[in-house]
């Protein structure tokens, strides 16, 4: 069975880093695009950006308002994705989900909160 | 980017109702186009895939339709538990971008 599990949110000021993991079980995160998609409180989902599996070339693409402070990766030893968040604004406030797949997002995590506010 | 809106931005409807949302690309998507179903405080599921192909287990009252720029997603029979908001999103460009929503109350 196919599960994704996020963590690492919480409430920072603004400026700061967080750093979110998304840990994978029943498939190998290696062999399938990952995407986060975001959603800001009471709002709708938008996409944060996405890493390619290894056969793609391990590249990501990102969203522009988030372009050059976030960046994403995976650990295929341990089957982990990360959404690395630096210069956080108060924008960026949401719960952040991990999803499988580039362009359909067949399988979600449950989600992070992760607040910015001084 | 693509803007996607969708209509109407809430329905209230009674259990057995057809329930018939819309969505509208600002461009042509071909048939780039998924729908999600978002529970309260749960996150979303995917419903249909390339605008008409049903999710595994996924059940046959849900349906789509539609190419170039207008969708249709529909309920046949609305049940309790499908109180939901439901999104469409499109991939033909990046930015993913996603509809703003329908949400779906039961009368």
């Known amino acids: 069975e196919v599960q994704l599990v996020e963590s690492g949110g919480g409430l920072v000021r603004p400026g700061g880093s967080l750093r979110l993991s998304c840990a994978a079980s029943g498939f190998a995160v290696s062999k399938v695009w990952m995407t986060w998609v975001r959603q800001a409180p009471g709002k709708g989902l938008e996409w944060v950006g996405r890493v390619k599996r290894q056969t793609d070339g391990g590249t990501t693409d990102s969203a522009a308002p988030v372009k050059g402070r976030f960046s994403m990766s995976r650990d295929d030893s341990t089957n982990t994705v990360f959404l690395q968040m630096n210069s956080l604004q108060t924008a960026d406030t949401a719960v952040y989900f991990c999803?499988?797949?580039?362009?359909?997002?067949?399988?979600w995590g449950q989600g992070t909160l992760v607040t910015v506010s001084s | 980017d693509i803007q996607m809106t969708q209509s109407p931005s809430s329905l209230s409807a009674s259990v057995g109702d057809r329930v018939t949302i819309t969505c509208q690309a600002s461009q042509d998507i071909k048939n780039y186009l998924n729908w999600y179903q978002q529970k309260p405080g749960k996150a979303p599921k995917l419903l249909i895939y390339d605008a008409f192909n049903l999710e595994t287990g996924v059940p046959s009252r849900f349906s789509g339709t539609g190419s170039g720029t207008d969708f249709t997603f529909t309920i046949s029979s609305l049940q309790p538990e499908d109180i939901a908001t439901y999104y469409c999103?499109?991939?033909?460009?990046?930015?993913?971008?996603f509809g703003p929503g329908t949400k779906v109350d039961v009368k």
């Open positions: 999103q499109q991939y033909d460009n990046l930015p993913l971008t």
């Open positions: 999803t499988t797949g580039s362009n359909t997002l067949g399988h």
